[in-house]
């Protein structure tokens, strides 16, 4: 079963508008989330690095004001994207490090964000 | 940099073997994944390479050479189902919980 869980799946919003994604970690603490952004047939782009407890760190070029990461809790990471526009309609996707679960990465199921 | 570079696209034929190349500088990376796509969904894990070799996995194998900043997913006896991106992505070693991927590699398998 899935290790990292992503809700919501499907959102769309207006305009203007600001949207919350929630990523979990599920049967283990992760300290640090990562948060990606994929445009229709392009590879993932690295956004932040969410910590827990303590602010995030953006990738170059990522606004910290657009895109804001809270990482309240060790199995908790949000991204919510302020003043939405149709240009940040994409898919988000986390992931987070697995612990005694062979140690891999592994990604939640993905958001698709639209805005309208 | 760390730039990560694959072929864009590929084809190949059900049944037959198909080998993605994946190309990396060679400092700063502490291991190389390989992720599955398929459209819409996210990526799923199929291999992770941070010694030289070959590690196989039932059809999927993905070798690397860490001195020639060089790997590769060889994919055998292709089935329809396989058509999907593939990914290459190096963990820095600065920080070996977060991923850098390569353009991805799509691959289309036509009967």
């Known amino acids: 079963g899935a290790v990292v869980s992503q809700h919501p799946s499907r959102v769309i919003c207006k305009s203007g508008t600001s949207v919350k994604i929630e990523c979990r970690s599920l049967?283990?603490?992760?300290?640090?989330m990562f948060w990606y952004r994929q445009f229709p047939k392009q590879s993932l782009m690295l956004m932040a690095t969410s910590n827990e407890g303590s602010k995030a760190t953006y990738e170059q070029g990522v606004e910290k004001d657009k895109f804001l990461i809270n990482h309240a809790s060790l199995t908790l990471s949000t991204l919510t994207v302020t003043s939405a526009h149709p240009e940040d309609s994409s898919f988000y996707i986390c992931s987070a490090r697995g612990q005694g679960v062979g140690n891999t990465i592994y990604f939640g199921e993905g958001s698709w964000l639209t805005v309208v | 940099g760390q730039n990560i570079d694959q072929p864009t696209e590929m084809t190949a034929t059900e049944g037959a073997i198909v080998q993605i190349n994946c190309t990396y500088q060679t400092s700063g990376f502490n291991g190389l994944f390989w992720y599955q796509q398929h459209a819409g969904e996210a990526p799923t894990f199929l291999s992770y390479?941070?010694?030289?070799g070959l590690e196989e996995k039932g059809r999927f194998s993905s070798f690397l050479s860490r001195s020639k900043g060089y790997s590769y997913l060889l994919l055998k006896e292709l089935q329809m189902k396989d058509s999907a991106s593939y990914l290459c992505a190096g963990s820095p070693s600065y920080n070996t919980d977060k991923l850098i991927f390569g353009t991805g590699t799509r691959l289309q398998v036509f009967p």
């Open positions: 390479n941070v010694l030289d």
């Open positions: 049967d283990f603490q992760a300290t640090t």
